[in-house]
């Protein structure tokens, strides 16, 4: 059930930081509002997850999925560029992610 928490608190990370951009620096009220609503949740989530899974590795999977997802949504979503490098590193990352899940 832990993992599944996590998932889901990486896809709310995803949320709050796209609302974050969408906010303009809080200064848009219901972009604001939903960031500061998906925050709580993803956090809520994260703190679940982690009563069973190690710290370590429930942060860096919590932060490599909202990372992942929010560099997919600036391509898709805000026209930001696609280079080998950034495919690169994103490569590294979902890596990353995916042994940490087998080596716990």
Do not use: D, H, N
Not at 4 to 30: C, D, H, N, P, V
Not at 50 to 61: F, I
Not at 71 to 99: D, K, Q, W, Y
């Amino acid at each position: 059930m832990a993992w599944i928490y996590l998932f889901f608190a990486g896809l709310l990370e995803i949320a709050w930081a796209t609302g974050m951009k969408q906010s303009a620096g809080f200064t848009r009220l219901w972009p604001s509002i939903f960031t500061l609503v998906t925050m709580t949740g993803s956090f809520l989530l994260l703190a679940a997850a982690m009563r069973s899974l190690p710290l370590g590795t429930a942060y860096a999977v919590w932060t490599g999925i909202g990372t992942l997802g929010a560099f997919v949504l600036g391509i898709v979503l805000m026209g930001e560029p696609v280079t080998a490098l950034r495919l690169g590193a994103a490569g590294l990352i979902l890596s990353g992610i995916v042994l940490m899940k087998m080596a716990t």
